[in-house]
């Protein structure tokens, strides 16, 4: 549960995900993508008093490794679609991991790759437990302002041929967000 005095700003990509975010709650959809997810969450958060704000990032995710089902706060988020090695071998960083609480164990890829191919899964799989094409960007932006940020996400498919579904699944993964919202909101 947030604290009594949070400011919770939450960011969802699409509207459908967000459909039951509980009423007088601040939503920013951001459009597909971790540029569009970048530049609404800058925007939302720019120019504001960010002394109490609260990112709540929610959305739908595929699984990456089977049996994963269900809602899950991912306490890692990657970059996965970053080559982050030779970037690092010029001599940067590429901050392609962010750590959002160490407590949690699930990691959450993000990348701009609509992941349906077996190879790319197991390949992410190696790293990870789920995959968005949002949520990274969305805690780069927080994490430029020094704004806290809390996911949630619900696995919609297995992040293969089935992703192709995601119309039918959305409206049972945003309930299960709505009701997250819900219970960290108090």
């Known amino acids: 549960m947030l604290s009594g005095d949070a400011i919770p700003v939450v960011v969802s990509a699409t509207r459908a995900e967000a459909a039951y975010v509980p009423a007088g709650i601040e939503v920013v959809v951001t459009g597909l993508g971790k540029t569009a997810a970048a530049t609404a969450t800058t925007r939302a958060l720019a120019g504001r008093d960010l002394q109490r704000v609260v990112v709540l990032n929610i959305g739908t995710a595929g699984a990456l490794r089977d049996g994963v089902v269900g809602l899950h706060e991912p306490g890692v988020v990657l970059n996965h679609d970053i080559n982050a090695d030779a970037i690092r071998a010029l001599g940067y960083d590429p901050q392609e991991r962010l750590v959002l609480d160490a407590s949690r164990p699930t990691v959450l890829a993000t990348g701009d790759v609509f992941v349906t191919d077996p190879l790319v899964r197991d390949r992410l ?20 302002f020094g704004v806290p ?3 949630a996400k619900h696995v919609s498919d297995n992040a ?3 992703a192709h579904d995601w119309p ?9 967000l709505g ?5 960290v909101l108090g």
């Not at 039918?168 to 299960?176: L, N, P």
């Open 125 to 144: 799989a190696q790293q990870a437990h789920l995959v968005d094409m949002e949520g990274y960007a969305v805690a780069y932006a927080a994490a430029q």
């Open 149 to 151: 940020v809390r996911m």
């Open 160 to 162: 293969d041929e089935s």
């Open 168 to 176: 039918a699944m959305v409206d049972r993964s945003a309930r299960a």
């Open 179 to 183: 009701e997250w919202l819900t219970a």
